[in-house]
């Protein structure tokens, strides 16, 4: 075994090369979250001085507010390898940035976190679900409880990708229920998930446990900007 072996036994996600971690130290020092003008609901990017809340929250949401870590166009190819290269492992790069998620304070006073779900038929093609990885690693950093037996995904959907957000609306329509009630009656919960695009699952997601006595909040990998969906 070579030394770059023993001591950078990944592979970076992003360039390729020999990394301690998820990525080497210079990929790792290029990739930021975002830190320009966000949302006070969604925190998606914002154009313009004078905006306080995007379009879409205007006209009226479901969760109490949401945050997402990096711009989902920054983040593109580790976001593909962790739902398309059998690369679990990528949520560990959340630990890395364990300072600036804490100063979000999305997760004060949060009692349990729920990954958005996937139906059971694609859990068997894929092997996991993303959103219940990134879900335990914050639980991990956190110490937050992760619950998959309350949000269930009953009716296996399309993908999302290419729709326009009628579409994903429509597309969603009698896709999830929610069980197990009594455990999420007056708590506060974040909904985790990989990347926040027009926010119709979230959205969804966050009616339906509104509608149990739930306060939702959310939390994603990344965000996309308006400008890259239908």
């Known amino acids: 075994m070579s030394f770059f072996d023993t001591f950078f036994p990944y592979t970076c996600v992003l360039c390729g090369g020999h990394a301690r971690k998820i990525l080497c130290d210079e990929c790792l020092s290029a990739v930021k979250p975002y830190s320009g003008k966000r949302c006070l609901k969604c925190s998606r990017p914002l154009p313009g001085e004078d905006n306080v809340f995007c379009t879409q929250c205007l006209k009226g949401v479901a969760f109490e507010k949401g945050f997402s870590l990096f711009l989902?166009?920054?983040?593109?190819?580790?976001?593909?390898?962790?739902?398309?290269?059998?690369?679990?492992?990528?949520?560990?790069?959340?630990?890395?940035?364990?300072?600036?998620?804490?100063?979000?304070?999305?997760?004060?006073?949060?009692?349990?976190?729920?990954?958005?779900?996937?139906?059971?038929?694609?859990?068997?093609?894929?092997?996991?679900?993303?959103?219940?990885?990134?879900?335990?690693?914050?639980?991990?950093?956190?110490?937050?409880?992760?619950?998959?037996?309350?949000?269930?995904?009953?009716?296996?959907?399309?993908?999302?990708?290419?729709?326009?957000?009628?579409?994903?609306?429509?597309?969603?329509?009698?896709?999830?229920?929610?069980?197990?009630?009594?455990?999420?009656?007056?708590?506060?919960?974040?909904?985790?998930?990989?990347?926040?695009?027009?926010?119709?699952t979230i959205n969804q997601c966050a009616l339906l446990l509104r509608r149990k006595g739930a306060y939702p909040r959310f939390f994603t990998l990344s965000i996309a900007s308006p400008s890259i969906f239908p």
């Not at 859990?123 to 037996?149: C, M, T």
């Open 72 to 200: 989902y166009e920054e983040i593109r190819e580790i976001v593909y390898s962790l739902k398309y290269r059998n690369m679990p492992h990528v949520v560990h790069l959340l630990s890395s940035f364990s300072k600036e998620i804490r100063e979000s304070k999305i997760f004060n006073g949060v009692s349990f976190l729920i990954p958005v779900p996937m139906h059971s038929k694609r859990i068997r093609k894929r092997g996991y679900n993303q959103a219940g990885l990134i879900a335990r690693e914050l639980s991990s950093i956190f110490h937050i409880p992760v619950i998959y037996d309350v949000l269930i995904k009953q009716k296996d959907t399309p993908p999302q990708a290419g729709l326009n957000y009628k579409q994903r609306l429509d597309n969603l329509k009698g896709a999830f229920s929610v069980k197990n009630t009594e455990k999420i009656e007056g708590k506060t919960v974040v909904l985790v998930d990989d990347v926040y695009t027009t926010g119709t």
